[in-house]
Nanobody, 115 residues
Framework: QVQVVDAGGGLVQAGGSLRLSCALS????????IGWYRQSPGKQREYVAS???????NYAASVQGRFTISRDNAKNTVYLQMNSLKPEDTAVYYC?????????WGQGTQVTVSS
């Protein structure tokens, strides 16, 4: 079992930055990958970024070059640095930990970008 707690959302103006955090606990050594997803009102949850063990990362085209996912293994925390934010980035952001095909989700953190 893995526990996931995401945090760091808030209100920011377009062009600004935020850093989300994803604190992991439990069987963290079993985690295969960490992912960030987001969901806007009336839309399906969409993929944002992933990080596997080591430096391997992947990003959705809509955030490539603006968002950076990173991991601090000593703190069992994964970060999503979001720069050059746009109003269309407004959503609830969710972190998940993938363990042997099972996904563990955080509770979500709201990001609102004003124009």
């Amino acid at each position: 079992q893995v526990q996931v707690v995401d945090a760091g959302g808030g209100l920011v103006q377009a062009g600004g930055s935020l850093r989300l955090s994803c604190a992991l606990s439990g069987s963290t050594s079993s985690i295969d990958a960490i992912g960030w997803y987001r969901q806007s009102p009336g839309k399906q949850r969409e993929y944002v970024a992933s990080n596997w063990s080591g430096p391997l990362t992947n990003y959705a085209a809509s955030v490539q070059g603006r968002f950076t996912i990173s991991r601090d293994n000593a703190k069992n925390t994964v970060y999503l640095q979001m720069n050059s934010l746009k109003p269309e980035d407004t959503a609830v952001y969710y972190c998940n930990a993938q363990v042997g095909g099972r996904w563990y989700w955080g509770q979500g953190t709201q990001v609102t970008v004003s124009s």
